[in-house]
T-cell receptor, first 117, second 112 residues
């Protein structure tokens, strides 16, 4: 079945540094990918829609200069958390709908847990 | 403001019990409602519902949508310990396929 891979699974960084998280669709192409964050015991919150070849669309309240999204190809989207602070510590997860899907099924990556010290 | 509300937030049952999980929503430009199971990391897809009154079934799980009353239920019969997980309800809005808004989830614990 379709697989979405995220890397890294875990990352610990110092406050003020930037962290890049990759989301790859391994056996299908995706013109759009979605980035979510999830705090402990909370739900997934949609951050932005990553669009291949164009600018990402951010949800209300999400800082686009803080969370840089790049979708350079039909199989790769990256999320860069710039100048990370402890409050950015969270579980970040991406999803991708296959270009040709008639079931509505979306595929999620395994997530990336970011801890900012 | 768009809302997706799940209840109960947590539920503890014994193996063999039947459970009903609820999801109500208030969103603009509704497209579909989806159920996911999240055990450790990535949510796994269960159902997508777009039409009222049509039950979707997969083994011991079933789900139905009521677009008039704006809610959906997820039923699990003869629960097993492996059903222990967080069950997430999400609503897809607008024209962008895959853009989901999630509820907080129901934490289901099944004891042997």
């Amino acid at each position: 079945g379709a697989v979405v891979s995220q890397h890294p699974s875990w990352v610990i960084c110092k406050s003020g540094t930037s962290v890049k998280i990759e989301c790859r669709s391994l056996d299908f192409q995706a013109t759009t990918m979605f980035w979510y964050r999830q705090f402990p015991k909370q739900s997934l919150m949609l951050m932005a829609t990553s669009n291949e070849g164009s600018k990402a669309t951010y949800e209300q309240g999400v800082e686009k200069d803080k969370f840089l999204i790049n979708h350079a190809s039909l199989t790769l989207s990256t999320l860069t958390v710039t100048s990370a602070h402890p409050e950015d510590s969270s579980f970040y997860i991406c999803s991708a709908p296959p270009l040709q899907s008639n079931t509505g099924e979306l595929f999620f990556g395994e997530g990336s847990r970011l801890t900012v010290l | 403001e768009d809302k997706v509300v799940q209840s109960p937030l947590s539920l503890v049952v014994h193996e063999g019990d039947t459970v009903t999980l609820n999801c109500s929503y208030e969103v603009t430009n509704f497209r579909s409602l989806l159920w996911y199971k999240q055990e450790k990391k990535a949510p796994t897809f269960l159902f997508m519902l777009t039409s009222s009154g049509i039950e979707k079934k997969s083994g011991r799980l079933s789900s139905i949508l009521d677009k008039k009353e704006l809610f959906s239920i997820l039923n699990i019969t003869a629960t097993q310990t492996g059903d222990s997980a967080v069950y997430l309800c999400a609503v897809e809005r607008g024209s962008t396929l895959g853009r989901l808004y999630f509820g907080r989830g129901t934490q289901l614990t099944v004891w042997p």
